[in-house]
């Protein structure tokens, strides 16, 4: 969930054409929310689900239920990135939420990154 831009949608893993339509794709090789590691999220830009993730400010919260559980983050920061870079799925050893999606919204040549930190437990 995130309520800045009113986004409560599913995750899954499995076959990423299907998570997408449905919500969004956790990448299953990255860590799990609230694991130790990057944990990583993708949803698509027109399909509701991260259509607005370029609007995300610093300390903005991102709610995760995950198998049962709530994590809580904050967003540390927005940007932008090529679709070859892939240094955003990297599993790093620190616990991170990274959520992704196209942009712009129109042709989808670059990436919208944000990367969150677990909130205060």
Known sequence: MIP????DAGIS??????ALDSGVYHY???????EAGNAVIAGHRLRRAFTLLHVL????PVIVYWHGREYD???????EVDPSDTAILE????ELL????CLPR??????????????LR
Do not use: C, H
């Not at 400010?57 to 903005?60: A, I, Q, S, V």
């Not at 670059?110 to 930190?117: H, P, W």
């Open 98 to 101: 990274t959520l992704y999606t």
């Open 4 to 7: 800045r831009i009113a986004v």
């Open 28 to 34: 299953p090789e990255t860590a799990a929310p609230g």
């Open 13 to 18: 893993e499995g076959n990423i054409d299907a």
């Open 91 to 94: 599993r790093g050893s620190q």
């Open 73 to 79: 983050y904050r967003v540390m920061v927005v940007f």
């Open 57 to 60: 400010k610093k300390g903005d």
């Open 106 to 119: 129109t042709v989808g040549d670059r990436r919208t990154v944000v990367i969150a930190e677990p909130a």
